[in-house]
């Protein structure tokens, strides 16, 4: 039908319309929150400093097993060794993961803090407390069909972002 067509046209018309004018104004968005200043304790040092030794070259680790080969045990121990970036530097733990290995709840965090670096368990403190609460109220448990992990394993200086 030509007017259906029409209308078609037009909305398109309209979106890529739309689209060129959010492109032509973007500005930068504000940060969500200033971070508050650094305390000696914030690991300075972390940013500061000139970068280590680069990792070891593929080749060298050639006889490593591969990550997706290991079972759960193999990859916790590789991960507690793991001195591949600069974060292992200060952290006193790894952050593994905890719960039942074979769950159909899979909670995945952003960073350890630091009671999880104390620990070595995810969201432990207040905002463990908080997790739980909203798992009994979903009737789950901690470790009875839920694992809970972080995207990584040692906390970042300060707890600020991870980034590269």
Known sequence: DTADAA????LADERASA???SAAST???PPAFDAPPAAE???AWFDAAPPGDPVAPA?????ETPVAM????????RVADCTRCRLCEKRTNTVFGVGDREADWMLVGEAPGE?????GEPFVGQAGKLLDNMLRSLSLERGRNVYIA???KCRPPGNRNPEP
């Open 7 to 10: 209308a078609r046209r037009e």
């Open 150 to 152: 972080n995207v990584i």
């Open 115 to 119: 009671n999880e670096d104390k620990q």
């Open 59 to 63: 080749e060298s680790r050639a006889a």
């Open 19 to 21: 689209q060129r004018e």
């Open 41 to 43: 304790d914030d690991f």
């Open 27 to 29: 500005t930068p968005m």
């Open 70 to 77: 290991l079972d759960w045990d193999a990859l916790a121990a």
